[in-house]
């Protein structure tokens, strides 16, 4: 599809798959252990990112106190919004794994204040490593 001035739509990535690969390496560029929290819930089956008939849309994080690895769910479909989500449910992921170890299930439950700080962050942090979703080849 062309937008304006000739512009074709940015397209960040073509499949889950993908996706999941590039945020891992964009993860791992800014710590190695993000990149390692996003590869542990990869090899666990906690990143459930396609878009399919009948998934609900949106997405969200969601933290499994007992194992203390979270999982994914997202409808993405390669747009640049999508791109912005799996980055900030990717903050909250490694939120969640950071704060497994305290003592008190209550104390890992914060308020948005707090958990969108990590989120929001990660949006920011990881923007510096976004040339893995967009090559100049690919604009
Ligand atoms: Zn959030």
């Known amino acids: ?13 073509s499949s889950a798959e ?3 690969t590039k945020s891992i390496k964009s993860f791992g560029m800014i710590d190695e252990y993000f990149g390692q929290a996003l590869a542990d819930m990869k090899e666990l089956g ?12 949106g997405g969200y994080n ?17 747009t640049p919004r999508d791109l912005v989500t799996m980055m900030h449910e990717g903050g909250h992921a490694v939120h969640s794994f950071l704060s ?23 949006e920011l942090m990881s923007m510096k490593h976004w040339d893995e979703f967009y090559s100049i080849g690919r604009l």
């Open 1 to 13: 599809m062309r937008l304006f001035r000739g512009k074709s739509e940015l397209k960040p990535f």
């Open 18 to 20: 993908e996706l999941v």
């Open 46 to 57: 906690h990143l459930d990112l396609a878009s399919k008939p009948g998934k609900s849309p």
């Open 62 to 78: 969601y933290p499994l106190y007992e194992s203390g690895a979270p999982f994914i769910f997202m409808n993405a479909v390669g």
């Open 100 to 122: 497994h170890g305290l003592e008190f299930s209550a104390f890992k439950s914060c308020p948005s204040e707090v958990a969108e700080l990590a989120s929001m962050s990660m």
